[in-house]
C-alpha cells in the first residue's frame, strides 16, 4: 500500500533558500529579487551535485563542465590548465609549444568514412591545431579487452599510420595493456600530441570583439549522426561518412588569409552549440546564429528530424569553427572554401555586445530562439 | 525536406501573422493554452511567439509526458530495475527525470541494467534476445504512446514471450484538461488541441470543452505553420462569438481518431481510480493499468513495487503556473528549491517548461532578444 515520505534534498534545499531569503534586501522588487538569487546561483562555481559518475558527465555539457571545473581543475590548478582549451600552450626556451590528450571510446569502432584509429590520430592534431601549432609528434596508448582480434588491432594500427602519415605527425611513443574480458569495449585509445607555434598568432576568446563573424568549415553532424546510425539501434539508412579528418591544413590557409582569427575550435563532442556558448560566456558576449546559413546535408536533417535531436548539438570530427575580425570575414570564406576540407564553410553568425553570455539563433521560419549549454547527452524525445 | 519545409515557410508565416494581428480587439489580452508537450518544443524550436502580437500570449500546458510522472513512479521504477536479471528500457527523455532519489541516469550508473528504446518493439527485441532476463518497459505518455504499448503486449502475448513486462505510467489528456477548466481562477480564453493524442482519440472528445466551458479548442499539428493558423482560428472564434471544437490538422487527424488503436488501449489496458501527477497533485480516472488479463505482462504486479509516495514540497506551485495564475518567479520554490538542476515540478523538469524556460532566460525580455538578433 501506498505511504508517504518526502525528497531529503527538496527538503535540505528549501531551508537554504528560505535562509538566504530571509537575508535578502527588501528595497528591491520581488521579481527583481528572484532573478537576483538566480544570478547569485549562475556565478557560482560549478558543483558537483551527483555521488556517482553519469554518462552525462562525459557528454560535453553542463554536467562535463562541472566535473572539470568542480574536481580537476580543484586539484590541479595552474595558469595553462585554468585557459581551459583544447591545447595547453607555453614556453621552452624559445620556442611555444602546444601539448594536448585525448581518448576515444567511439563505439561501433569502425564506421562509414573512418574508424578509432584515425579518428584517435585526427582528433589530437585537431586540438593542435586549433591552438595554432604545427602538429609535431603523437604518443598512443591502447587499452585492449582480453579477446579482442588481432585482426581488427593490425587495422586499426594501419588507418592510425596511414592518417599521421597524412597529417605529417609521427608517433613516437606508446603503451599497452590489456584488460580482463568484459572490462572494456574491444579497444580505447589515448593520444597525446605535441606541436609548434611558429606564427606569432595569439587566439583565444579574450580576443573577440563585438561586429566579429562566425564561421563553421563546412556541413554539421555528419560524425555523430553517422556514429548513431552505424550503432544499428534505429534501423535507418542513410548515405552519409563521418568528416573525420586533420584540420591544420586548412588552419594554416586560414591563417595566412585572414590573421584576424581571434579564435579557432574544432566542433566536437557537444556539436557546434556548445562551442558557441563557451565563446558568449568566456568572452560575454552574445552569438547570433542565423539558422538558414548553417551548413547540414539533407541526411542529417532527416536524421535529426526524426530521432527529435538538434544537429547543432551534434558531434563532427573534421569541421572548425572560427571567429574571425569581421573585416575580414569575406577573405576567411574565401580561404577556407578554396582547401578541399573547407569547400562547405560558410558565414553563420556574428558577435555583438548584447545579451552577454547567450546564444540566440534566428530560426529559418523567422523567430528567435536562445541555444543553451545542454545539460548531458541529447536525447531524443517521444514527443 | 518535403513535408516539412512548406510548413516552415517565412513569407506565409508574416502574412498569417498579419491576420493574426487584424483579428486581436484593441485592449484586449489573449491567453491559449498548449495543452501538448510537443506544440511547446515546435513553438520554442523555431521562435513562433516573435510572429504573435503582444496582446497573444501562449501558456503552457501539462502535457509532456515525462514532466508529469511523479517522483514516486519514477523510484518505483528503479526499485524495479535493481532487481536481479531485469532490463528496464525507457524513452531517451525519461532518463534524466528525477525522482526522490536519483533519474534513471543515476540508477544506470549505480549499477542497474537501464537502457534507451526508440519504441516499446525494441524493448520486447531485447526480450527476446535476452530470454534469461525480465525486460521492463517504462511505459509513459499520452494516448499518443499508449496504442503502441498496447500493441507490444498483444505482440508478447501471441508469441508467447514470457519475459516481457511493462510498467504502465500511460496517462490520458481529458482529465488533466478537465482538472485545469475546473480551476475557479483560470485565465485561458481557448486551447490547441494535443495533435498527436487526437490521430488516436479524434476530435469529438473535447467537445465538451466548448459545450460545457465555453472555451474554444483547434485541434493543431506541430509545424510552425499549423500552430499559428491554429492561434488565427482561435481569435476568429472569439471575433465572431464562436465557441466550437475545430480541426485544424486535418492532413493527420480524423474526427473519431483511431478506433483500432483505441480497440488495443481498450483490449489491454483500463482506468485507473486516480493516478498522481507531478505538480498537480491526484486526479481521478486520468491513468492506465494493465488488465487483470494481461497480469503477466504487468510489472506492478510481477514486482514487488515499493509504491512509496514522494510528496511534492507543498510550497510547489505548478498547478497554479500551468493555469497562468502565477508567473513562475512567484512560485514559491521557483530558484531556491527548484531549479533545472534539481527540478520539482513538471514546469522545470522539462527545458521548454514555463519555468525552465523563465529561469534561464527571464532575466531578458522576449523583445531584447528579438531586437539582439535583427541587428
Request: with cysteine; glycine share 10%.
Amino acid at each position: 500500500m501506498t505511504t508517504e515520505r518526502t525528497a531529503g534534498w527538496a527538503e535540505r534545499a528549501m531551508a537554504e533558500a528560505e535562509a538566504t531569503a530571509e537575508r535578502e534586501s527588501g528595497r528591491l522588487s520581488p521579481e527583481q529579487q528572484v532573478l537576483q538569487r538566480i544570478e547569485r546561483a549562475r556565478r557560482r562555481s560549478p558543483k558537483i551535485r551527483e555521488s556517482r559518475i553519469t554518462l552525462a558527465h562525459g557528454a560535453g555539457g553542463k554536467a562535463t563542465h562541472s566535473l572539470i571545473e568542480g574536481l580537476f581543475v580543484e586539484a590541479f590548478r595552474n595558469p595553462t590548465l585554468e585557459e581551459l582549451d583544447d591545447g595547453a600552450v607555453f614556453s621552452v626556451g624559445s620556442s611555444r609549444l602546444a601539448f594536448t590528450t585525448d581518448s576515444y571510446v567511439v563505439s561501433p569502432l569502425f564506421f562509414p568514412g573512418g574508424d578509432i584509429g584515425d579518428l584517435a590520430v585526427n582528433g589530437t592534431v585537431n586540438d593542435l591545431a586549433v591552438s595554432g601549432a604545427r602538429p609535431l609528434y603523437l604518443s598512443a596508448g591502447f587499452i585492449l579487452e582480453e579477446g579482442f582480434p588481432i585482426a581488427d588491432l593490425r587495422r586499426i594500427a594501419t588507418s592510425m599510420a596511414a592518417a599521421a602519415q597524412r597529417a605529417g605527425v609521427q608517433v613516437v611513443t606508446g603503451d599497452t595493456k590489456v584488460v580482463q574480458r568484459g572490462k572494456a569495449d574491444g579497444c580505447y585509445i589515448n593520444t597525446a600530441g605535441v606541436g609548434v607555434l611558429e606564427r606569432p598568432v595569439s587566439l583565444g576568446t579574450a580576443h573577440i570583439r563585438p561586429g566579429d563573424a562566425v564561421i563553421v568549415s563546412g556541413p554539421i553532424g555528419d560524425h555523430g549522426v553517422t556514429i548513431m546510425l552505424a550503432r544499428g539501434e534505429l534501423d535507418i539508412a542513410a548515405d552519409l561518412a563521418s568528416d573525420t579528418a586533420a584540420l591544420h591544413g586548412l588552419v594554416d590557409t586560414l591563417l595566412d588569409a585572414a590573421p584576424g582569427v581571434r579564435l579557432l575550435r574544432d566542433a566536437t563532442r557537444g556539436g557546434v552549440a556548445t562551442i558557441l556558448n563557451e565563446v558568449a560566456q568566456a568572452a560575454q558576449l552574445a552569438v547570433i546564429v542565423d539558422e538558414s546559413s548553417v551548413p547540414m546535408r539533407p541526411a542529417v536533417t532527416g536524421a535529426c528530424e526524426l530521432l527529435g535531436i538538434d544537429p547543432l548539438y551534434v558531434a563532427c570530427e573534421g569541421r572548425l569553427v572560427t571567429v574571425v575580425d569581421g573585416a575580414q570575414a569575406e577573405a576567411a570564406l574565401a580561404a577556407l572554401r578554396g582547401h578541399p576540407l573547407g569547400d562547405g564553410a560558410a558565414l553563420i553568425g556574428r558577435i555583438t555586445a548584447d545579451p552577454p553570455g547567450m546564444v540566440l539563433l534566428r530560426t529559418a521560419f523567422g523567430g528567435t530562439r536562445v541555444v543553451d549549454m545542454l545539460v548531458g547527452d541529447p536525447l531524443p524525445r517521444i514527443c | 525536406m518535403r513535408f516539412v519545409d512548406e510548413y516552415r515557410d517565412a513569407d506565409k508565416a508574416q502574412a498569417l501573422a498579419t491576420q493574426i494581428a487584424a483579428l486581436c480587439e484593441p485592449g484586449r489580452q489573449y491567453k491559449f493554452m498548449e495543452v501538448c508537450g510537443g506544440h511547446t518544443h515546435t513553438i520554442y524550436k523555431h521562435g513562433i511567439e516573435d510572429y504573435l502580437p503582444e496582446s497573444v500570449s501562449l501558456v503552457h500546458g501539462p502535457g509532456c509526458p515525462v514532466c508529469v510522472i511523479p517522483m514516486g513512479r519514477v523510484d518505483d521504477a528503479i526499485a524495479i530495475a535493481n532487481e536481479p536479471g531485469v532490463i528496464m528500457t525507457a524513452f531517451g527523455d525519461m532518463m534524466r527525470v528525477p525522482g526522490g532519489n536519483g533519474s534513471f541516469l543515476d540508477a544506470k550508473a549505480a549499477g542497474a541494467d537501464i537502457r534507451m528504446v526508440y519504441s516499446p518493439l525494441d524493448a520486447l527485441k531485447i526480450a527476446r534476445t535476452n530470454p534469461d532476463r525480465r525486460v521492463v518497459f517504462m511505459a509513459i505518455g499520452f494516448e499518443t504512446t499508449s496504442p503502441s504499448t498496447a500493441m507490444t503486449v498483444l505482440r508478447a502475448a501471441a508469441e508467447g514471450i514470457d519475459n516481457f513486462s511493462v510498467f504502465c505510467n500511460h496517462v490520458t489528456i481529458l482529465p488533466a484538461i478537465k482538472a485545469i477548466l475546473d480551476s475557479p481562477d483560470l485565465r485561458l480564453d481557448g486551447f490547441l488541441g494535443p495533435g498527436h493524442v487526437s490521430t488516436v482519440i479524434g476530435c469529438r472528445p473535447y467537445e465538451f470543452i466548448a459545450r460545457d466551458y465555453g472555451k474554444p479548442l483547434v485541434c493543431a499539428g506541430f509545424e510552425p505553420l499549423d500552430l499559428l493558423q491554429s492561434v488565427y482560428l482561435l481569435l476568429q472564434q472569439l471575433a465572431e462569438g464562436r465557441c466550437e471544437v475545430e480541426n485544424q490538422y486535418t492532413r493527420v487527424v480524423p474526427w473519431d481518431g483511431n478506433l483500432r488503436a483505441l480497440e488495443a488501449i481498450g483490449q489491454v489496458m483500463e482506468l485507473r481510480p486516480y493516478f498522481e501527477w507531478r505538480g498537480l497533485g491526484f486526479i481521478s480516472h486520468s491513468a492506465l493499468r494493465m488488465r487483470e488479463e494481461y497480469a503477466a505482462y504487468d510489472a506492478e504486479r510481477l514486482f514487488d513495487v515499493p509504491g512509496v509516495r514522494v510528496a511534492d514540497p507543498k510550497a510547489c506551485q505548478c498547478g497554479e503556473v500551468l493555469k497562468g495564475v502565477l508567473k513562475p518567479w512567484e512560485c514559491k520554490v521557483f530558484g531556491t528549491a527548484c531549479t533545472p538542476e534539481t527540478p520539482i515540478g513538471t514546469c522545470m523538469v522539462s527545458s521548454e517548461g514555463a519555468c525552465a524556460a523563465y529561469y534561464n532566460f527571464g532575466r531578458f525580455t522576449r523583445q531584447r532578444l528579438v531586437e539582439a538578433t535583427r541587428v
